[in-house]
């Protein structure tokens, strides 16, 4: 489902996800002062359906205040089914590590806002936490995930919607 001016009703349905993310330096000063005008990548996550999971690692992870300032993100939002597929459900999220969490949520952000033909023509794109994710069309990291649908707008970034969870 590739969006390049998406309704409202897709975009909250398409990914809402986009709490699977986090920020280099994460923390309220991270974010940059406050959001812009429109849904942030928190709201959207938030309103759409099928990234519970993804909303409660954010909110575990203390993330939310990060990822809904002006500062300029990509997401790589995981739904439902892989975080489930990984282990982690909304029942047991609270139960990861803080440390391995964070650092999971992290490694699916990459800074600036990058839409689907700059992300899947990159060989390897650089994430908050310090690694790279590599590229290779709509693969990730050699099949640990794929691009299921793309250019999902948030007034602080772009989101894309994967069927995986990466690991760093």
């Not at 897709?10 to 809402?16: A, F, N, Y």
């Not at 938030?46 to 990509?74: P, Y």
């Not at 995981?78 to 490694?107: C, K, R």
């Amino acid at each position: 489902m590739k969006m390049n001016s998406p309704s409202r009703r897709d975009v909250l349905k398409g990914i809402g996800g986009a709490g699977a993310l986090a920020l280099g330096g994460v923390g309220a000063a991270s974010a940059r002062g406050p959001p812009s005008k429109g849904n942030t990548i928190v709201d959207v996550a938030v309103a759409a359906d099928g990234f519970d999971v993804l909303v409660a690692a954010v909110k575990e992870a203390g993330l939310v205040d990060a990822l809904s300032g002006n500062r300029q993100l990509t997401v790589f939002a995981p739904t439902d089914e892989a975080f489930n597929a990984a282990g982690i459900t909304v029942d047991n999220v609270d139960e990861v590590d803080d440390e391995f969490l964070l650092n999971v949520l992290t490694y699916h952000v990459v800074p600036g806002r990058r839409d689907a033909e700059s992300i899947t023509g990159s060989s390897k794109v650089p994430t908050l936490n310090g690694a790279l994710v590599n590229v290779d069309g709509t693969d990730l990291n050699g099949d640990q995930a794929d691009i299921v649908a793309t250019n999902i707008e948030a007034s602080n970034g772009i989101v894309h919607v994967i069927d995986g969870v990466l690991l760093p």
